[in-house]
């Protein structure tokens, strides 16, 4: 398998700050692994949220991730601040699949990237529904 090459943060509509914690680092003095998968959790629905498109707490759609994937090219440690670009790679009927880059501090080249897929449900069945119109719009602004 080819190494993908790391994104640039150029390529992103959508830029997220994200402070690192101390207990982020791990035992080798960075940034353990699954940190990153919060990151990306992070930046998705923050973005969300902002857009009004994301009800946590009592909304009728939720998404669900189905696969993420993440690819580490340079360390991160606390106390650094990270950047997550994001963009929408494949808006389908009722998934979106978001591609994030992880830049560290003012760095133009991603430190790790990959990707994040949400299937989204009704809450109250777990079955498959179509993007709200709202949602789409949202996600649209994203597609890259």
């Known amino acids: 398998m080819d190494r993908p090459t790391p994104f640039n943060i150029a390529d992103f509509p ?9 207990m982020d680092n791990d035992v080798y003095g960075h940034v353990n692994n699954v940190v990153y998968y ?5 930046a998705v629905n923050g973005y969300l949220i902002a857009q009004g498109v994301l009800d946590i707490a009592g909304g009728a759609t ?13 360390p991160i440690a ?7 670009g994001l963009r929408v790679a494949h808006l389908g009927t009722s998934s979106v699949r978001y591609e994030v880059g992880i830049f560290r501090g003012d760095d133009d080249s991603a430190a790790a990237q990959g990707h994040f897929v949400h299937v989204y449900v009704d809450r109250a069945s777990g079955k498959p529904v179509a993007l709200p119109d709202d949602l789409k719009r949202a996600l649209e602004k994203l597609v890259r």
């Not at 919060?38 to 992070?42: C, K, L």
């Not at 606390?78 to 997550?84: C, G, K, L, Q, S």
């Open 78 to 84: 606390f106390p650094d601040t990270v950047r997550a």
């Open 14 to 22: 959508h830029l997220a700050a994200i402070t690192t914690r101390w």
């Open 62 to 74: 939720i998404g669900l991730v189905v696969e993420t994937r993440c690819t580490y090219f340079k």
């Open 38 to 42: 919060s990151f990306f959790d992070t």
